[in-house]
C-alpha cells in the first residue's frame, strides 16, 4: 500500500519541474535571447565524414579576405606557408612566396627594422582600429556558435553538423537589411537580424555585389563563371575561414576514417575470442 | 582477495623463483590480474572500471606530450595552443584527444558512479573502497578544471574566475583564501602558472588514489547483479582470460565513441568562446563549465545565498561519502528493491535534468526547477534512502550467484538453465 | 550453459582440443591486430617531437655580408647554432693553404655543398672565386660547445671545454674533437648577400 503512495509522491515530484520549465519558456520577462534568427544552413564542400576543402573556392575565399576584411581583421596565427596545403587553397610555392612579399614584416633584425613576408611569416597584424577591436578572424569559425537547442543538439551528435560556427558567418554576412519599425540600431551600428549577441552591430556590411572581381574569373580560365555576389563572397570567405580555422580537417576526417575501420574490425575480433572464452564457463 | 578457487602463481623457472623470492611483482600481478575471482554474473556495467584506466593513461600520456609544447604563461598559453594546432606534428590529434578525453573519462566515470549506486557498491564491506572512489571524483573535477584554465580562452579565464570566487564565500578568510590561490588579486600569470603545475601534478596522485581503490576492492571482491558474496568456486571465473577480454572488448566499443568525437565532432563537448583569447575586461554573456559540472553548477545557482549554495555544491559530492550509512537498507542490489530501482531512475533523471539547467540562463523558471531538482537530489539522500530501508520489501534473493546464472542448485548438473528464473537478465556474459 | 562445462575449467571432454585450438587462434589473431594497431598509435606520440612545421620553415635565412671587412667575421644564428662568416685576411688563407691535406686529423671537407667524400684541402672549405669568405658552423664537433674566435695554436678557433684546435679553415689539428667544423648549405645570391640553408 505504501509502495503506491511513494510512487505518487516521486510522480509529483518530478513533474513540479518540468512545469516550472514550460513556465520559464514562456517567460518574457528574462533577458532577450538573441540572435533573433537562427543561421542560415549552407551545403559545405567540408561537412559530414567525407568532406574536404574546395582549394579554388579557399583561393576566392583568400582573395576576398584580403580585399574585403583585412583593413580591419588580422589573420595573426596563419602563416603564409601553409597556404600551400594541398588540402588548403593549394598555391604554389612561387604564389606564395610572391604573396608574402607583398607584406612588410617587421623584423629587429632586419636593417630597416622591417622586410618584405616571406614564406614562413604568419599575417602581419591589421591596422589599429579607432575605437573598435575587431577580432583576429584565424579561429572565427570555431570561435562563434549559436545554440542548437534540445533536442537539436543531441542529434547533432549522429549527423556530426558540425557547421553551427560557418553557417552563423554566412548568415551575418550576408543577413544585414534595414532594421524593422520597432527596433532602435544605435547610431554607427547595423541592423542585422543573425547577430549573435544583439540586433546590431559595430561592423558596417562588408561586401557587395560585384565589388570583387574574381582572379579566377580571368579570361584564359576555363571555370571563370563564379558568380560575383555578396552570396558567393561571403560563402567563400566563409569556407576560407573554416580552413584557416581548422587547417588540418582534411587529415583528420581521413585517419579518422581509418581509425574508425579498425576499432570495428578490432570490436569484431574481440567479440567472437569473448564469446569463445565465455563458451566454456556456461 | 583470500580465495582458493585458482592456483595461485607458482614460478617455473629457477629466474623466476630467484626473482620471486627477492621482489614478488610478477606474483602479485598475477594473482592481482589472472587467478584473481571474479563473479561470473557481471554485466557490462562492470567493464567501466577498466574503461576508466585506460582512460587515466591516455590522458596522462597525451598530456605529458601536450605539456612539451605549451606555454603557461598569459601572452602565450593561447598562441601555444594554437601552434599545436598548426605546426607541432600530430599535435591537433593530441590536443583533441586530450580534450575530449576528460569528457570521455567523466562519461565513463558517472556510468561507474551510477551502477555502484544501482548495485548498492558502497555497502559494507566496501565503504572504503566506495569512499576513496569519491576522493578520485574529487580530484578529477580539481584536474579537469584547472586544465580547462590552461587554454587561457575567454572561458578559462572567466571559468577560473567565478569557480576561485567560490571560495570567498567562506567566512572571514574567504577573500584571504581566494587571493592566495590566485597569487594576486584577480586571476592572472602566477594562477595560470601553479594551475599548470597542479594540473601536472594531480593525475599521478589520482593514480596513486586508483592504486589504493584497486587494492581495497581486491581485498572484498567484486559486487555483482545479484548483491550476493561470493560463496564458491561455482560462483567465480579467473579474471584473466574472461574479465579480461570482456573489459576489452567494451573498452573498444568504448574507444569508437571516443574516436567519434576526436576525429568528426572534436569541438562538440567544448565551448566557443573558448577559441577567444583572455580578456580580462570583458565576461561572455554566459559562463557555463564543461557539461560534466554542469549538475553540481545548476546547485550552485539554485540558491539564492552566496555562502549557502557553495555549501550545498560541495555537499551535494561530500554526501556522497556518508552514503554508506545513509543507506538503511540490508539488500545490496536494486534488482531486488522493486522501490528503491524505481527512485534510482527518477534520481538518475534528476541528475540529467539539473545539468541541462546547468547550462540554461539562471532566470526565471529555470532557476525555480534547479531549486526543486536541488531539493529532490539531497531528498534521495536524506530522506529517501533511510527511509525506503525501513519500508521497502524486497524480493527473494537468489540462494548463490552460480544459481543466478545457471538456475537452482537442486536441479540435476548439466539440466539447462531454467528460463524466467530468479536471474536478472544482465547476468548475461 | 551446463553445470560441469562450468566446474571444470581444464575438462578434458573429447571436442576440447580443437576448441582449445580455435580459441587460441583467434586470441593470437586477436592480439596481433591490436598490437598492429597500438603500434601505429605510438607513432604521433613519437613524431611530435621531431621539428614542426614553423621551425621546419625557418630552414634558410638571408645574410648581407657588405658591412664585415677583411680580417673580420659575424656570427648568425640558423636553426637554432651559430654561423661564422669570416672574410679572412690574405696571411689566413696563405696559412691554411701551405698545410697538407696528409696533415690534417680529418681529411674530408666536410662541406655540405660538395661531395662527402671531397678533401680537405683550402680550397674545398670555400666556394671558387669567393675563397676569401669562410662560412662555417662554429660548433666544435667533439662535444657541441662553442669554440673561442682567433685562438689556438693554429690562430683559427679553439674550443675551451675540451681542448680542440682548428686552423684558419676551420680544421681540426689538435684535440678530441673528431672531424672539421662543418660548412652548410649556402649560396652567393649577389656581391653582398648570401642565403645559408
Known amino acids: 500500500m505504501h509502495n503506491a503512495l511513494i510512487r505518487l509522491l516521486a510522480a509529483i515530484l518530478l513533474v513540479l519541474p518540468l512545469a516550472s520549465l ?147 558567418l554566412y548568415s551575418l554576412l550576408t543577413g544585414y537589411q534595414d532594421p524593422p519599425d520597432d527596433v532602435e540600431v544605435p547610431d554607427g551600428n547595423y541592423y542585422n537580424p543573425y547577430f549573435v549577441s544583439g540586433t546590431a552591430l559595430a561592423m558596417p556590411p562588408p561586401l557587395f555585389e560585384e565589388a570583387i572581381a574574381y582572379a579566377q574569373n580571368a579570361d584564359d580560365n576555363p571555370n571563370n563563371d563564379v558568380p560575383e555576389t555578396v552570396d558567393q563572397y561571403a560563402k567563400d570567405v566563409t569556407a576560407f575561414l573554416m580552413w584557416t580555422a581548422e587547417p588540418h580537417m582534411t587529415d583528420r576526417k581521413s585517419l579518422g576514417l581509418a581509425v574508425m575501420i579498425f576499432l570495428i574490425v578490432l570490436a569484431g575480433l574481440v567479440y567472437y575470442t569473448k564469446k569463445k572464452v565465455w563458451a566454456e564457463a556456461h | 582477495m583470500q580465495h582458493d578457487y585458482f592456483p595461485r602463481y607458482e614460478p617455473k623457472t629457477a629466474v623466476g623463483r630467484w626473482f620471486d623470492d627477492r621482489l614478488p611483482l610478477t606474483r602479485l600481478m598475477y594473482d592481482s590480474f589472472v587467478a584473481y575471482p571474479v563473479p561470473r554474473n557481471l554485466n557490462y556495467f562492470y567493464t567501466f572500471g577498466g574503461i576508466l584506466s585506460i582512460m587515466l593513461v591516455v590522458q596522462i600520456v597525451t598530456g605529458v606530450v601536450l605539456a612539451m609544447h605549451y606555454v603557461p604563461h598569459e601572452d602565450f598559453a593561447f598562441d601555444s595552443i594554437e601552434h599545436i594546432m598548426r605546426n607541432v606534428n600530430y599535435g591537433w590529434l593530441l590536443r583533441y584527444i586530450h580534450s575530449n578525453g576528460a569528457s570521455m573519462f567523466f562519461l565513463a566515470v558517472y556510468i561507474h558512479i551510477f551502477r555502484g549506486l544501482y548495485f548498492g557498491s558502497y555497502k559494507a564491506p566496501r565503504e572504503i573502497l566506495w569512499i576513496l572512489g569519491v576522493v578520485i571524483f574529487l580530484l578529477m573535477m580539481a584536474t579537469a578544471f584547472m586544465g580547462y584554465v590552461l587554454p587561457w580562452g575567454q572561458m578559462s579565464f572567466w571559468g577560473a574566475t567565478v569557480i576561485t570566487n567560490l571560495f570567498s564565500a567562506i567566512p572571514l578568510v574567504g577573500e584571504s583564501v581566494v587571493t592566495w590561490l590566485w597569487g594576486g588579486f584577480a586571476v592572472g600569470q602566477p594562477t595560470l602558472n601553479r594551475f599548470y603545475s597542479l594540473h601536472y601534478l594531480l593525475p599521478f596522485m589520482i593514480a596513486g588514489v586508483v592504486a589504493l581503490h584497486v587494492w581495497a576492492l581486491h581485498v572484498t571482491g567484486q559486487t555483482n547483479p545479484t548483491g550476493i558474496e561470493v560463496k564458491s568456486k561455482q560462483d567465480v571465473v579467473p579474471f ?190 | ?95 691554411a693553404r701551405a698545410t697538407p691535406v696528409d696533415d690534417l686529423a680529418d681529411p674530408l671537407a666536410r662541406n655540405d655543398n660538395l661531395d662527402a667524400t671531397a678533401p680537405a684541402n683550402d680550397e674545398n672549405r670555400s666556394v671558387p672565386g669567393r675563397e676569401q669568405w669562410l662560412i662555417m658552423l662554429k660548433v666544435c664537433t667533439h662535444l657541441g660547445c662553442i669554440p673561442l674566435d682567433e685562438a689556438g695554436e693554429f690562430g683559427g678557433w679553439f674550443c675551451p671545454c675540451h681542448g680542440s684546435h682548428y686552423d684558419t679553415a676551420g680544421r681540426i689539428r689538435i684535440g678530441p674533437a673528431p672531424e672539421n667544423m662543418a660548412i652548410p648549405p649556402f649560396e652567393f645570391l649577389d656581391e653582398t648577400l648570401v642565403r645559408i640553408g
Open chain 3, 1 to 95: 550453459m551446463t553445470r560441469t562445462t562450468t566446474a571444470d575449467l581444464g575438462a578434458d571432454a573429447p571436442d576440447a582440443e580443437t576448441e582449445a585450438t580455435r580459441r587460441d587462434f583467434l586470441l593470437i589473431a586477436t592480439g596481433a591486430f591490436a598490437a598492429v594497431g597500438t603500434a601505429a598509435a605510438v607513432w604521433p606520440f613519437i613524431h611530435q617531437m621531431n621539428p614542426d612545421a614553423s621551425a621546419l620553415a625557418l630552414s634558410s635565412i638571408e645574410v648581407d655580408i657588405s658591412s664585415i671587412e677583411e680580417g673580420q667575421a659575424i656570427t648568425v644564428m640558423w636553426q637554432g647554432k651559430p654561423v661564422s662568416i669570416r672574410y679572412r685576411s690574405a696571411a689566413e688563407m696563405e696559412e
Open chain 1, 22 to 168: 514550460s513556465y520559464a519558456a514562456d517567460d518574457e520577462s528574462g533577458t532577450p535571447h538573441y540572435p533573433k534568427n537562427k543561421p542560415r544552413h549552407v551545403s559545405w564542400s567540408f561537412a559530414g565524414p567525407f568532406g574536404t576543402f574546395d582549394p579554388q573556392q579557399l583561393q576566392r575565399g583568400l582573395q576576398v579576405y584580403r580585399e574585403a576584411c583585412a583593413a580591419c581583421h588580422s589573420l595573426g596565427y596563419v602563416a603564409f606557408r601553409t597556404l600551400a596545403s594541398e588540402s588548403g587553397p593549394h598555391l604554389s610555392a612561387d604564389a606564395v612566396r610572391a604573396l608574402a612579399s607583398e607584406y612588410i614584416i617587421e623584423d629587429p633584425d632586419a636593417p630597416e627594422g622591417e622586410r618584405p613576408g616571406r614564406a614562413s611569416d604568419v599575417f602581419p597584424d591589421a591596422p589599429p582600429y579607432p575605437d573598435a577591436n575587431p577580432p583576429d578572424l584565424s579561429v572565427i569559425t570555431k570561435a562563434r556558435t549559436v545554440e542548437r537547442g534540445f533536442p537539436t543538439f543531441i542529434f547533432d551528435i549522429f549527423t556530426q553538423y558540425q557547421e553551427t560556427g560557418p553557417d552563423y
Open chain 2, 240 to 429: 584473466t582470460p574472461h574479465a579480461t577480454i570482456k573489459d576489452a572488448f567494451a573498452m573498444t566499443l568504448f574507444l569508437i565513441l571516443f574516436a567519434w568525437f576526436v576525429f568528426y565532432l572534436p569541438n562538440y563537448l567544448g565551448h566557443a568562446d573558448n577559441y577567444q583569447k583572455a580578456d580580462p575586461l570583458v565576461t561572455p554573456a554566459h559562463i557555463v563549465p564543461e557539461w560534466y559540472l554542469l549538475p553540481f553548477y545548476a546547485i550552485l545557482r539554485a540558491v539564492p545565498s552566496k555562502l549557502f549554495g557553495v555549501v550545498l555544491m560541495f555537499g551535494s559530492i561530500a554526501v556522497l561519502f556518508i552514503l554508506p550509512w545513509l543507506d538503511t537498507s540490508r539488500v545490496r542490489s536494486a534488482n531486488y528493491r522493486p522501490l528503491y530501482r524505481q527512485f534510482f531512475w527518477i534520481f538518475v533523471v534528476v541528475c540529467i535534468g539539473l545539468g541541462y539547467l546547468g547550462a540554461k540562463p539562471a532566470e526565471g523558471g529555470y532557476v525555480v526547477a534547479a531549486r526543486i531538482l536541488t531539493i529532490y537530489y539531497f531528498a534521495h539522500f536524506f530522506l529517501i534512502l533511510p527511509l525506503l530501508g525501513l519500508f521497502e520489501n524486497p524480493r527473494p534473493r537468489p540462494a548463490s550467484i552460480a544459481d543466478s546464472v545457471l538456475g537452482p542448485a537442486d536441479q540435476p548438473s548439466g539440466a539447462p538453465a531454467a528460463a524466467g528464473g530468479v536471474a536478472a537478465p544482465e547476468t548475461r556474459g
